[in-house]
């Protein structure tokens, strides 16, 4: 057996008697920012229809009301960090504790959190426009070629789904550097930004080969959450897979140290 089987075997033995806790901790991530989202575009929506000048409402649009949505998201980021608490101190306990999800607003570690959240933010965001520039200078060409058809054409569409894919496949590659941030995070809530990142990096020596045969081993279930559904069980179990994995890695590097 491979270890991503094993990995996922032990995987599917918590979440057995813990998967009512992961549907209300993957709700208490999601339905927050489906209420910003939703908010968002229903003030744009009013905003547009309320100004008669397009070009001063899309100014007001794009200029405050994305903006004020990235904020709100951003603010309530810690709850993502929380989430991954859970399901990492569940890889021990074998719990799902739902105070978990909310320790990263507790006194002291809220500030801290969300410094270290900007701090991954800031280390991705280069990264990614170097990984999606292919992409953007594509849709940028696109457009401007002169009126022949092919923006709307099936190869147009072709192309922008391969872009995406290698886009999307090589930024999560890159991002497997910072594979074990949160859990070092809730490891060591002491730790300074700067302390867990240094760490991470320790631990993650020689193991981003690892967490990628990982990752790539759920392509079926992600391509089953097209279907909106699957994703239900799905965020869990590769929750679930990918905390236990981090600890294995952890312990692995403990011992080494």
Known sequence: MSAEAIIKQQARSILKSNFPKA???LAIVLLPYAVIDGTTTAISFTVMELVSDD???????YSIGYPVEIVMAFLYSPVINGYIRAYYRAAYNNTIELKDVFFCFSRGQYGKTLRLNLNLVLRMLLPGILFYAPLIIYEIVAVNIPDNGFYDSVLYHD???????????GIVLYSLRYFTVFTVSADNPQFTPKQIFAYNKYI??????????LIFSFTPWLLL?????????VIPYMT????????????????VN
Request: a positive charge.
């Open 225 to 233: 959450c097209l279907l909106v559904l699957p994703m239900l069980y």
């Open 240 to 255: 679930q897979s990918l905390c236990v994995s981090r600890k294995w890695m952890t312990k692995a590097s403990l011992e």
């Open 23 to 25: 549907l209300i901790a």
């Open 55 to 61: 070009s001063l409402a899309e100014i007001l649009v």
């Open 159 to 169: 192309f922008y789904f391969i872009l995406s894919v290698l886009s999307t496949v």
């Open 204 to 213: 993650m020596q020689d193991k981003t080969t690892n967490a990628a045969k």
